[in-house]
């Protein structure tokens, strides 16, 4: 588990939150405002992971929280609004890559299965360590990575959400655990520091499992 700032929610704040929502449904522009304030670190350290740079990022923030005021009505008030809204910015941000991702230069994984990773390296990087290190990975790498390590899903949902084979996903983490290690090796993770993030962020869970399943 990383260092970084959980997301807490007492009961008068969801109460806030869902009357904002209500105010989303109605269209109203004072409660997208404060929906877009009360959520924008949360999801801006999603399009960060997935973005080149922070001005990529915002541009794939506005874009997700266009898509989520315009898709309110289909939100689900049983159910907990973070993931709803997670999940539309992660969709965002990946076919906002989509057509630029290239997953050149595949190799089985079957190649790598003998292969040790030290995980000791990286498990406890805080959270603008590791985002600093992602965000130098490559397109393609840190889709990957951020898909299976970060947000949880399966090699075969992401296939599914990248268009690509298993064998290919399994490959780019692969290669984006290498790279990332090689990163460390070069600098001193102690004293490696995101420059532009401004991002407080809830407690984030690494997969760094060797078995990629």
Same mark, same amino acid.
């Given at each position: 588990?990383?260092?970084?700032? @959980?997301?807490?929610?007492?009961?008068?704040?969801?109460? %806030? /939150?869902?009357? =904002?929502? &209500?105010?989303?449904?109605?269209?109203?522009?004072?409660? &997208?405002?404060?929906?877009?304030?009360?959520?924008?670190?949360?999801?801006?350290?999603?399009?960060?992971?997935?973005?080149?740079? @922070?001005?990529?990022?915002?541009? %794939?923030?506005?874009?997700?929280?266009?898509?989520?005021?315009?898709?309110?009505?289909? =939100?689900?008030?049983?159910?907990?609004?973070? @993931?709803?809204?997670?999940? %539309?910015?992660?969709?965002?941000?990946?076919? *906002? *890559?989509?057509?630029?991702?290239? #997953?050149?230069?595949?190799?089985? %994984? &079957?190649?790598?299965?003998?292969?040790?990773?030290?995980?000791?390296? =990286?498990?406890?990087?805080? =959270?603008?360590?590791? !985002?600093?290190?992602?965000?130098? !990975?490559? @397109?393609?790498?840190?889709?990957?990575?951020?898909? #299976?390590? /970060?947000?949880? *899903?399966?090699?075969?949902?992401?296939?599914?959400?990248?268009?690509?084979?298993?064998?290919?996903?399994?490959?780019?983490?692969?290669?984006?655990?290498?790279?990332?290690?090689?990163?460390?090796?070069? $600098?001193?993770?102690? $004293? *490696?520091?995101?420059?532009?993030?401004?991002?407080?962020?809830? !407690? !984030? &869970?690494?997969?760094?499992?060797?078995?990629?399943?």
């Amino acid at each position: 588990m990383l260092k970084g700032e @959980p997301v807490t929610a007492s009961r008068d704040s969801e109460d %806030i /939150i869902q009357k =904002y929502i &209500q105010g989303c449904v109605r269209n109203e522009r004072d409660s &997208q405002k404060a929906l877009y304030k009360h959520f924008y670190s949360f999801a801006m350290g999603i399009c960060l992971r997935y973005a080149n740079d @922070p001005l990529d990022a915002a541009g %794939i923030l506005n874009d997700g929280f266009f898509k989520a005021f315009k898709n309110i009505t289909k =939100y689900e008030t049983s159910k907990a609004f973070l @993931p709803w809204l997670g999940r %539309i910015i992660t969709n965002t941000a990946i076919d *906002y *890559y989509r057509a630029n991702l290239k #997953f050149a230069d595949h190799v089985d %994984i &079957q190649d790598h299965e003998n292969i040790a990773h030290t995980n000791s390296v =990286y498990d406890k990087l805080a =959270y603008h360590d590791l !985002l600093a290190l992602v965000q130098n !990975l490559s @397109p393609a790498y840190r889709t990957v990575f951020n898909l #299976f390590a /970060i947000d949880g *899903y399966s090699h075969e949902e992401i296939a599914e959400m990248l268009g690509i084979s298993i064998g290919t996903s399994k490959s780019n983490l692969f290669k984006a655990r290498q790279k990332l290690q090689e990163m460390l090796k070069a $600098t001193d993770a102690k $004293t *490696y520091r995101v420059r532009s993030s401004e991002v407080d962020r809830n !407690l !984030l &869970q690494v997969r760094l499992n060797t078995n990629m399943q």
